[in-house]
């Protein structure tokens, strides 16, 4: 109900006026009922090797099951809980909820797979940041090797210092971090370079005319080739057809990721795909590694 007022002013795009604090603490109330109540839940998109059709790893995606609205995607209320200041509660309880996860399949006799999360820049601003994901992993005995951080360019320019020493930190721990939506924003380069990032995820927007804009796939082309020089790995994400795909594999790119393979799934459905580790849908890339 709350959070339906907030919803529908960003809905409309509209600036959120002074009352809108209120509302602002009500959303936040009702962010950290949801937590309590396990109505926040989290669905896993495997990532793919690209050339081998193999389980690379999961991407981590957060969801909000509203009692009365139904599902509320992350773009809805992420803004929300940033803007109000439970995103740091949120995330803890997503990264919680994920080494918690990992734990069981591990458990279950599932081989370790990489976890990628997402992180926002507010977090990443935040001077304890990196500590508090060592003692989160420490305490579920999550190994750091399996962590792959998702972070987007606004995190870089915000706060450069409390950002760059927090990477570092994390980047010492042996977690992975990845410059997500590439193609969105800024999209420097630099950044790969001097934060010394691990992976590079090509934004949607720029895999979806990869086919279709000849200069869209130059530029692919030359940013596949540009990271590789850097010892950066590259990821596709929303890739959707056979014709992206085939693109991709052809431009060397590493991993690929989209609903051509899967949608985001919930953790019994994921545990499908890691029973099977080779999807399905990796004929199609073996049919095409046949040809080659
Ligand atoms: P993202 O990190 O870029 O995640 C990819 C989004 O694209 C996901 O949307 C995913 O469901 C969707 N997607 C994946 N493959 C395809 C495809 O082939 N076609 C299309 N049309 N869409 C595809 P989702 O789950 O709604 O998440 C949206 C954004 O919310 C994410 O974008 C991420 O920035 C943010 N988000 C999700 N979970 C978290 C979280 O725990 N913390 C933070 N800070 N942000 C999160
Ligand atoms: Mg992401
Ligand atoms: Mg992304
Ligand atoms: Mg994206």
């Known amino acids: 109900k709350q959070i339906y007022k907030i919803r529908t002013s960003w809905d409309y795009g509209q600036h959120i006026e002074k009352e809108s604090k209120e509302e602002y603490e009500l959303a936040d109330k009702e962010i950290i009922d949801a937590l309590d109540q396990n109505n926040m839940l989290i669905e896993y ?48 309880w997503v990264i919680e909820n994920i080494c918690v996860q990992m734990n069981k399949w591990t458990k279950s006799g599932y081989d370790p797979m990489p976890v990628s999360i997402n992180i926002s820049p507010q977090h990443l601003c935040k001077d304890n940041f990196s500590n508090k994901v060592e003692e989160i992993l420490k305490k579920f005995q999550v190994s750091p090797s399996l962590i792959e951080l998702e972070i987007s360019e606004d995190a870089l320019i915000k706060d450069a210092d409390t950002v760059n020493a927090n990477i570092q930190h994390l980047k010492k721990q042996g977690i992975t971090v990845t410059l997500d939506d590439f193609g969105q924003g800024v999209s420097s380069l630099t950044h790969l370079k001097s934060l010394e990032l691990d992976h590079l995820k090509i934004d949607k927007s720029l895999i979806d005319n990869i086919t279709t804009d000849k200069e869209n796939g130059v530029i692919i082309t030359s940013l596949i080739q540009m990271a ?14 056979e014709e992206q795909l085939h693109a991709l594999v052809e431009k060397n790119c590493d991993q690929v990721q989209g609903f051509l393979f899967s949608k985001p799934v919930k953790t019994n459905d994921f545990e499908k795909i890691l029973m099977s580790k080779v999807l399905q849908l990796s004929s199609i890339v073996k049919k095409k590694r046949e040809y080659n």
């Open 228 to 241: 590789h020089g850097l010892g950066v790995k590259v990821i596709a994400e929303g890739v959707e057809n």
């Open 45 to 92: 998109q495997p990532k793919i090797v690209a050339k081998t059709g193999e389980l690379a790893g999961a991407e981590a995606l957060v969801r909000w099951e509203h009692p009365t609205l139904g599902i509320i995607p992350p773009n809805e209320f992420i803004p929300v809980a940033e803007e109000s200041g439970v995103i740091f509660k949120l995330e803890e």
